[in-house]
């Protein structure tokens, strides 16, 4: 079975200031992983992806994120975190290839509160 | 492009009582997929679908059915509804493919009383 844990349930950064949301996932063979964000009220949207290849990502918004296959992690940063990047943030793990392959799983969700 | 729509935006309805959500995209994903949110549990999968004619559960399917009789559209639907599927379900689409992004529609906010 796969699985995504995000470890802090909330995040609070001043605005200017480099910003972390830490994911760590568990899968049985190679993993892709994304990270999507949702505002109030609002369906997630799609931020970025690692499928394979250099490890750091890049995605929407000037956010970016690490892989560490040895760590499993997939840390989502951004350098100079905005008032506007306040909302919720999930992580997801899929594995690449057979039949868990449909299914995306999700983290229970990070709030990242910026302030200004 | 409208991308997904989902339908009702907001429902209450009574223990005992059956609907549908409905969910159509225009982007002619083969992959859809119905999630449930709840408050702290991030969101947890209920049923998908890889094509048309072709449905399979998720983590959560108790309590709900589906059908997949054309590429755009996949409703889910609550029969005997209970308080525990007090939620916010969210359809989504993607690609053929696992590397595919799924793209969300805006919720269906779901209240049983």
């Known amino acids: 079975a796969q699985s995504v844990a995000q470890p802090e349930d909330q995040v609070n950064v001043a605005e200017g200031n480099p910003l972390t949301v830490k994911c760590t996932y568990s899968v049985s063979g190679n993993p892709y992983l994304f990270w999507y964000v949702q505002y109030p009220n609002r369906g997630l949207q799609f931020l970025l992806k690692?499928?394979?290849?250099?490890?750091l990502v890049k995605g929407s918004y000037g956010f970016e994120a690490e892989f560490n296959k040895s760590q499993t992690s997939f840390h989502l940063k951004k350098p100079s975190a905005l008032v506007s990047d306040s909302a919720l943030y999930f992580c997801a793990v899929r594995l690449s290839s057979g039949a868990g392959s449909y299914q995306l799983t999700f983290g229970k969700g990070t709030k990242l509160s910026v302030i200004p | 492009n409208a991308g997904v729509t989902q339908t009702p935006k907001f429902r209450i309805l009574k223990i005992g009582q059956s609907m549908t959500l409905q969910c159509t995209q225009d982007m002619n994903h083969n992959y859809m997929y119905w999630y449930r949110q709840d408050p702290g549990m991030g969101l947890k999968l209920i049923y998908y679908?890889?094509?048309?004619?072709?449905?399979d559960k998720g983590e959560v399917p108790n309590g709900y059915n589906v059908s997949r009789s054309t590429t755009e559209d996949f409703p889910l639907r609550l029969e005997l509804a209970a308080p525990s599927q007090t939620s916010v379900y969210f359809c989504a689409s993607s690609p053929t493919g696992s590397a595919g992004e799924l793209f969300f529609g805006e919720g269906s906010r779901l209240t049983v009383l």
């Open positions: 690692y499928i394979t290849g250099d490890n």
């Open positions: 679908s890889v094509g048309a004619g072709i449905t």
